[in-house]
């Protein structure tokens, strides 16, 4: 959904954050991204020689819509210039819900803790 943003952004455009950081274009993208995510990713585990479980269908539909109405929500509270219920709406309730600094701290500390969690879940499970 950034690639978007990444062109506006090469184009010079006032508005970056269009039709992907919507809610239906979340929800576009995550079926987009359960359909594909499974495949590539098993592939790409394969590849490097990574030891794993076979991906299920219901885990990476749950990544990827998660992955995407996460993405839309962490948005909304960081850029003006969102509307995620477009067209159903133009305004955007989440901005400045939470400081950028208390967001991002946030962000970094879940981050940690997501990584810790799964390290610690790879070394019980491999080293046993």
Same mark, same amino acid.
């Given at each position: 959904m950034d690639i978007e943003s990444g062109v506006? @952004?090469?184009f010079d455009? #006032? @508005?970056l954050h269009g039709p992907s950081h919507t809610i239906a274009g979340a929800f576009l993208i995550g079926i987009v991204a359960a359909l594909i995510g499974k495949p590539i990713s098993e592939f790409a585990l394969r590849l490097?020689? @990574?030891p794993h479980i076979g991906i299920s269908w219901t885990a990476s539909a749950t990544g990827a819509f998660?992955?995407?109405? #996460? *993405?839309i929500f962490l948005d909304a509270i960081m *850029? #003006?210039?969102m509307s995620p219920w477009y067209p159903l709406a133009d305004s955007n309730e989440l901005l400045g819900f939470i400081s950028l600094a208390s967001l991002h701290i946030t962000c970094l500390i879940l981050g940690v803790i997501g990584g810790l969690l799964v390290l610690i879940r790879y070394k019980t499970r491999y080293d046993a």
């Amino acid at each position: 959904m950034d690639i978007e943003s990444g062109v506006r @952004i090469l184009f010079d455009a #006032s @508005i970056l954050h269009g039709p992907s950081h919507t809610i239906a274009g979340a929800f576009l993208i995550g079926i987009v991204a359960a359909l594909i995510g499974k495949p590539i990713s098993e592939f790409a585990l394969r590849l490097l020689g @990574i030891p794993h479980i076979g991906i299920s269908w219901t885990a990476s539909a749950t990544g990827a819509f998660f992955g995407t109405f #996460s *993405h839309i929500f962490l948005d909304a509270i960081m *850029h #003006s210039d969102m509307s995620p219920w477009y067209p159903l709406a133009d305004s955007n309730e989440l901005l400045g819900f939470i400081s950028l600094a208390s967001l991002h701290i946030t962000c970094l500390i879940l981050g940690v803790i997501g990584g810790l969690l799964v390290l610690i879940r790879y070394k019980t499970r491999y080293d046993a």
